[in-house]
């Protein structure tokens, strides 16, 4: 099993900034792309952001400009730095995790418990 854990979630007023955190933990695995989903009460879950093992980078058009995703490979951690948050970034956001187990090559997906983004006057 690869863990994911997350932090840095909370409350905070619109123009505020947050920044998430996701770690992955296990034996014997390798990482492909991490990234962030969210999905917010009455709406589909959506890619907020993603980042390959080699630094590519894609985001939703939404966040263009006020986010960054950014991974430390060497602590299989990936982050998101959340600025001029807006109220329609409320969501819970989840952390994701693609990879490969060294061992026997085969593929996971992980997904951490979600981390509450709340924006509000």
């Known amino acids: 099993q690869v863990q994911l854990v997350e932090s840095g979630g909370g409350l905070v007023q619109p123009g505020g900034s947050l920044r998430l955190s996701c770690a992955a933990s296990?034996?014997?695995?390798?990482?492909?792309?991490m990234g962030w989903y969210r999905q917010a009460p009455g709406k589909q879950r959506e890619l907020v952001a993603r980042i390959t093992s080699g630094g590519s980078t894609n985001y939703v058009d939404s966040v263009k400009g006020r986010f960054t995703i950014s991974r430390d490979n060497a602590k299989n951690t990936v982050y998101l730095q959340m600025n001029s948050l807006k109220p329609e970034d409320t969501a819970v956001y989840r952390c994701?995790?693609?990879?490969?187990?060294?061992?026997?090559?085969?593929?996971?997906?992980?997904w951490g418990q979600g981390t509450q983004v709340t924006v509000s006057p």
């Open positions: 994701n995790a693609d990879g490969y187990f060294s061992g026997s090559y085969s593929r996971f997906t992980s």
């Open positions: 296990g034996r014997s695995f390798s990482i492909n792309a």
